[in-house]
Nanobody
Framework: QVQLVESGGGLVQPGGSLRLSCAVS????????IGWFRQAPGKEREGVSI????????YYTDSVKGRFTISRDNAKNTVYLEMNSLKPEDTAVYYC????????????????????WGKGTLVTVSS
């Protein structure tokens, strides 16, 4: 059974940094995609970043380019989202999701294709 567990959320001041982790278990294939998505209060869920585990290719939504970095540690079966220069508008519940496919930015607006989801971790950017 595939399980995704997020951690690392919290309260941070504007301009600060956080690193989110997504621990993945149960995947029997080396060929899958992990994505970070977020949902702010009163807003729809949106894609933030995606990484293909097979080759490490990455995608970012425009609003986080240059500030966020997604990476993977295959030995630990963990995907990270390093978030720098955080803004109040980054406040949201952040979810990691997985799918046994090769992903792209297409998944940002079509996140329903992701078969597996974690429960989320709250990130609050406020002074």
């Amino acid at each position: 059974q595939v399980q995704l567990v997020e951690s690392g959320g919290g309260l941070v001041q504007p301009g600060g940094s956080l690193r989110l982790s997504c621990a993945v278990s149960g995947f029997t294939k080396d060929y899958y995609v992990i994505g970070w998505f977020r949902q702010a209060p009163g807003k729809e869920r949106e894609g933030v970043s995606i990484i293909n585990i097979s080759d490490g290719s990455t995608y970012y939504t425009d609003s986080v380019k240059g500030r966020f970095t997604i990476s993977r540690d295959n030995a630990k079966n963990t995907v990270y989202l390093e978030m720098n220069s955080l803004k109040p508008e980054d406040t949201a519940v952040y979810y990691c999701a997985a799918d046994a496919s090769y992903g792209s930015s297409f998944y940002f607006d079509h996140f329903s294709v992701m078969d597996y989801w974690g429960k989320g971790t709250l990130v609050t950017v406020s002074s």
